[in-house]
């Protein structure tokens, strides 16, 4: 007695175990192409965060290093000389808030020293 229930059942599955790898196939090719644009929308996705991330990183640098300028030059205008000490401790401030705080400071300040000191503080 065979295992399926009637001539039918047999016929579908013969129908079905020739369409299989037929089936596999078709879904590897399937699969492989999802897996491609997939990779390759994750790589594109990975490169373009990671330039984003590099050009704001160099743009704030960039920021950063103009409102030094500004401020040494501010201090020059209204003091002459600016000791090298003061352009060494604005060098090491990262923060864009603080050297925006220290624009103002250098505009109001009524010495180099208050200067220096609201540059050690900041």
Known sequence: MSIY??????????VVQSWFPWMIDTVS????????TKLRDEVRNEVRDEVRDE?????????RAQTRQAIIQLLQTRFG?????????????NNS????R?????????????????????
Not at 29 to 36: G, I, N, P, Q, S
Not at 55 to 63: Q, S
Not at 102 to 122: E, F, H
């Open 81 to 93: 000389n600016v000791p090298q000490s003061i352009e060494a401790d604005l060098e090491k401030i």
């Open 97 to 100: 808030a603080k050297l925006s």
């Open 29 to 36: 090719r399937v699969t492989y192409a999802e897996a491609k």
């Open 55 to 63: 050009v704001r990183d160099e743009v704030r640098d960039e920021e």
């Open 102 to 122: 220290l624009i103002v400071v250098a505009g109001t300040a009524t010495s180099l020293d208050d200067v220096a000191g609201a540059i050690r503080k900041a």
């Open 5 to 14: 229930k009637s001539s039918t059942d047999a016929d579908r599955m013969e």
